[in-house]
């Protein structure tokens, strides 16, 4: 129980809650409450839903015949989005920690097989886009 707490707590599950609380309301403004990740978080986010068609074009770009946008379960989507901003943009975090931790963030919120598929995406996306 300890565990789910702390673990609820880490900035990448906050990046996702944000941008799905996003997509849910998209007129209301995000709020980032003070947080040693504040900035980051706020990078994050923002710059993921300022490059989402960028975003977007480059997993169809990259992955097109392993997964279909329209298809694929919103919250999936928001953070295969986030973890691929992240591996374009953001260049000071290594590309391992950047999909081990959205892939742990992820069992917060996705089923056992859907982590996995996530895992297997990212992995493949960052081999090309890095």
């Known amino acids: ?3 789910k707490d702390k673990q609820s707590s880490t900035p ?3 990046i996702i809650q944000k941008l799905y609380s996003n997509l849910l ?3 209301e403004k995000i709020l980032f409450p003070k947080s040693q990740y504040k900035k980051f978080m706020k990078d994050v986010v923002i710059g993921t839903l300022e490059r989402k068609e960028f975003i977007e074009k480059s997993i169809l770009q990259h992955l097109s015949e392993d997964i279909d946008l329209n298809k694929t379960d919103k919250l999936l989507k928001i953070i295969i989005s986030a973890a691929v901003f992240e591996l ?6 290594p ?3 950047i999909i081990s931790e959205y892939v742990k963030s992820s069992e917060f919120f996705l089923e056992e097989a859907q982590i996995k598929y996530l895992n297997a995406i990212l992995d ?4 090309k886009v890095r």
């Open 12 to 14: 990448r599950i906050k």
């Open 124 to 127: 493949k996306i960052s081999k």
């Open 95 to 97: 590309k391992n920690v």
């Open 1 to 3: 129980m300890i565990k």
């Open 25 to 27: 309301n998209p007129d």
């Open 88 to 93: 374009l943009f953001k260049h000071n975090n």
